[in-house]
């Protein structure tokens, strides 16, 4: 059966995106789909750039209310939840716990935007730097972040990384990180926490979904369920972005159902 439902997608109210609230909406509805929930960008301690001014601080406040009128709005027309992308840093955990213990969001994604303080998505990031060696260093960092922060229902793209490496995801695998892998992976299970499967870094010139099939293969056999597929989409043209081959990649993958949230709480759908 289709997937009618999309659990990352960003409006104005986040730095990068200059789309209004409805304008998803409207797209959402021409698509047939059930469920949209928005995850605007909240990254604490974001590193400005001077050259674009990207911020990720969000207007929580009008972000609520405006998702309240549009909500009321096209109530009988589709099931719109109020979600939020978290940035997730080691030193941020209890400003993050205070953030979420403060807002009645429906959905959490945790999400790694920076590594050593910097995000990758400048060129700069890699000019001096392995791309090997600060793979590795990135998802141990999601392995430390999941130990350490627990106000997540799952971890979003989570090789959001190899986007803008040099050689992209030309090089990169599960079993060259096998062992960080397991263990984060395994972290997340025992937490009763979820992945992204993101299907944004396609449009990026990435071959496989975000995370990788190999990946999303070892979460399975591990015992793991909890899965919510996201476009990622700033733009109303990208919602449910190649979800028909996620659907796929999913299947093969031994999964049966797929998640959606809603007041922090799971439901599985069929896939």
Known sequence: ??????????????????????????????LGMTHLCFTEHMDFDYPVNPKDGLTFSLDTLAY????????EKYKEQLTLLWGVELGIQPH??????????????????ASSHLLYGEDPYYPSFFETRNED??????FKEITDNIKAFSSFDVYGHLDYIVRYGPNKDARYSYE??????????????????????????LKYGLRQLHPITDILKRYRSLGGEIITIGSDAHQPQNL????????NVLLDCGF???TVFQNRTSQ????
Request: proline share 3%; hydrophobic share 35%.
């Open 240 to 247: 449910q972005h190649e979800f028909s081959l996620a659907q």
């Open 64 to 71: 609520r209310n405006t998702f309240l009128t549009l909500k």
């Open 92 to 109: 941020l955990n209890q400003r993050l716990e205070e953030y979420t213990s403060s807002h009645p969001f429906d959905f959490i994604i």
């Open 133 to 138: 060696l600060v793979y590795e260093d990135y």
């Open 268 to 271: 599985f759908i069929p896939l």
């Open 256 to 258: 049966r159902y797929h």
């Open 1 to 30: 059966m289709a997937i009618t439902t999309d659990y990352h997608c960003h409006t104005d109210f986040s730095s990068d995106s200059s789309t209004p609230m409805e304008e998803m909406i409207k797209r959402a509805l021409s």
């Open 176 to 201: 060259k990180y096998r062992d960080i892998f397991d263990q984060l992976l395994i972290a997340l299970i025992e937490r009763g926490k979820g992945l992204e499967v993101n299907t944004g870094g």
